[in-house]
């Protein structure tokens, strides 16, 4: 069989108009339905995101100022001196004891177990992971924990979508396309940030981008981001100047930050790793429940001289993207922030890590800029421009989420101007963690755990090519009415694995094998090929996808195709078994090597 150049272009739908016509061959129209529940996960979604926020003021004001209130307020602003030590161990004590009593999967920020549940759990979530999440988050951030609430939002929003993908019988595929919907629809909600929410759960949770998958997320996104704007409005959570860049020079200096930034998560994440080891491996009873305190104590040192690393540094980040703290305030509260983040989440406490990493980020690319426009006074520009850039690098690096990164903080500064550094910086970023990192933030969890999980995706080689790309067009054909006597007599296998049975006007009957011509008895030799034809194969017609010939052929149990013409009578016109389509895989690998292989040889 000769090979094939592999198509560019995905699918030809077109080519199956004959069997369906135009409708439901790009769509199927099944997704009509799942959009309508996408719409009420978004919706529930976006309600219980709003809820959590709520709430999470709500422990704030009681813990740090004793006062029954659901006004927005930060816990640095207290007055409790150093007796604000003592706070985030008593939310570390509730956490601990909650993750030791009812639900070990509430440790951490929630996007692994969400993965975890979708990649190797048929995208089944429990109960109690909807209700008890959002009130452990609200227990951690609301006594100083240094986390932002859109982790813990998006696995109670996945949890909501996976619960009603079960409660109405969805299969896992579908109640994956839910479990992502509830997802965006906690990211959108948190942060009115409808773009990102679609991109996070496309990258973090889906692994592909078809119509199918896609669509319902982005409208169960688009009506999170409605309740949001219902309570708050328009306004952007992080308002920022309109920066502006110098000159093209100055990308230079974007990319030059996108790899200090890219060290910054690769030292993250490694620190976080050996902190979660470390208290995973401490010797005492009961420790699921003791190690967050411990990390909290430390916490609360930690926010005695940096109170701006408490909560969710909201305020911190403004402050960061309007330049109203010094370098050397910078330095420390980033550097603060990012040991109060791996000291906390590595203890064993629940919290996200979204808003953290645009804390470290930010203080340290402002401080770079300050830095270097003593060095090029006339090329740099605004130092919380750098900030800006920063908090996406760390984020996009940290999280393998570079797309969703960008997204995230255009959606939050509605600032265009900014696109062109945030793509710069956060994509070096991005390469330089890939380079030094095999893991993520979102899954050296599971990797610790024995479990494969890779952040990339592609479109699947068996959907760039077409059945007939595939067919061997050089075979045999036996008339239904030979006697199966003069076959044997004329009949020489070679390479023959499998010839169809045709009538006298050339329409198939049925496929017989080699082997077939040797199972009956000398006394049957009479029989007619008609009568030894079998059925086990499936039907195919040229122009489709080899992916959707691979689904039926699993569906009926069989290796044998026969390409038909697709008017008139069946006649065949090619035939293919598993091990050709299994070739595939081959031919992409020499695609992907060939190029680089005569390079090293031209050298």
């Not at 090929?529 to 039907?539: I, N, P």
Request: hydrophobic share 50%.
């Amino acid at each position: 069989m000769a090979e094939f150049p592999i198509p560019e272009a995905a699918t030809h739908p077109e080519a199956q108009s004959h069997k369906k016509g135009q409708f439901g061959v790009a769509l199927e129209p099944e997704v009509i339905r799942i959009c309508g529940y996408a719409l009420l996960v978004g919706l529930v979604g976006g309600l219980v995101a709003q809820g959590l926020l709520e709430l999470i003021y709500f422990f704030t004001n009681v813990f740090f100022y004793g006062r029954f209130s659901f006004a927005i307020t930060n816990p640095a602003h207290n007055h409790l001196g150093i007796w604000e030590i003592l706070i985030p161990p008593i939310g570390g004590l509730l956490v601990g004891v909650m993750i030791y009593l009812w639900e070990p999967t509430l440790k951490g920020h929630g996007i692994p177990e969400a993965m975890e549940s979708v990649l190797f759990g048929h995208s089944r979530m429990r109960l109690r992971v909807a209700v008890l999440k959002p009130l452990a988050t609200a227990f951690a951030i609301g006594t100083g924990g240094p986390f932002g609430a859109e982790g813990p939002i998006i696995q109670t929003g996945a949890a909501i979508g996976s619960l009603f993908g079960q409660a109405i019988g969805l299969t896992p595929y579908y109640r994956r396309v839910l479990l992502a919907a509830g997802a965006a629809a906690g990211m959108a909600a948190t942060f009115t940030a409808p773009l990102a929410g679609i991109l996070v759960a496309v990258e973090l949770l889906l692994f592909e981008l078809r119509a199918r998958s896609f669509i319902p997320v982005a409208l169960a996104s688009a009506v999170a981001t409605g309740v949001r704007v219902h309570f708050v409005g328009w306004a952007p959570l992080f308002p920022t100047p309109a920066f502006k860049m110098t000159g093209m020079r100055e990308l230079w200096l974007f990319a030059i930050l996108g790899v200090l930034m890219g060290i910054v998560g690769v030292v993250m994440i490694r620190v976080l790793g050996w902190l979660e080891d470390f208290f995973d491996e401490l010797p005492w009873k009961r420790a699921a429940i003791w190690s967050p305190v411990i990390g909290a104590v430390i916490l609360g040192v930690l926010g005695y001289f940096y109170p701006q690393v408490l909560g969710t540094s909201y305020d911190t980040i403004r402050d960061m993207l309007n330049d109203r703290l010094t370098t050397g305030h910078l330095v420390g509260i980033s550097v603060a922030k990012f040991w109060a983040l791996t000291i906390s989440l590595g203890s064993g406490t629940t919290g996200g890590v979204f808003a953290p990493s645009l804390v470290v980020g930010g203080g340290l690319g402002a401080a770079f800029a300050a830095g270097m426009h003593h060095l090029l006074p006339t090329v740099v520009s605004d130092p919380a421009f750098y900030a800006l850039a920063a908090m996406a690098a760390v984020f996009g690096g940290i999280a393998r989420a570079p797309f969703t990164s960008i997204v995230f903080l255009f959606e939050l500064s509605h600032n265009p101007n900014a696109l062109l550094p945030l793509v710069v910086c956060v994509m070096v970023a991005d390469g330089f963690v890939r380079l030094f990192s095999r893991d993520s933030i979102m899954t050296i969890k599971l990797v610790k755990r024995g479990l494969i999980v890779l952040q990339d995706y592609s479109v699947p080689v068996l959907m760039r090519a077409r059945i007939d790309q595939v067919m061997r067009t050089q075979f045999n054909v036996f008339q239904g009415t030979d006697e199966l006597r003069k076959v044997l007599e004329t009949f020489v296998p070679g390479d023959a694995t499998l010839i169809p049975v045709v009538d006298a006007a050339g329409a198939l009957i049925g496929i017989v094998e080699p082997h077939d011509l040797l199972r009956t008895e000398p006394p049957d030799h009479h029989f007619k090929m008609r009568e030894l034809a079998r059925r086990d194969y499936v039907l195919a017609h040229p122009g489709e996808t080899v992916d959707q010939v691979h689904r039926d052929m699993m569906l009926k149990d069989t290796e044998n195709v026969v390409v038909v013409q697709p008017t008139g009578p069946r006649k065949p016109v090619g035939i293919a078994r598993a091990n050709e389509i299994l070739q595939l895989r081959r031919w992409l690998l020499e695609e992907e090597t060939r190029d680089s292989q005569l390079a090293a040889g031209k050298e």
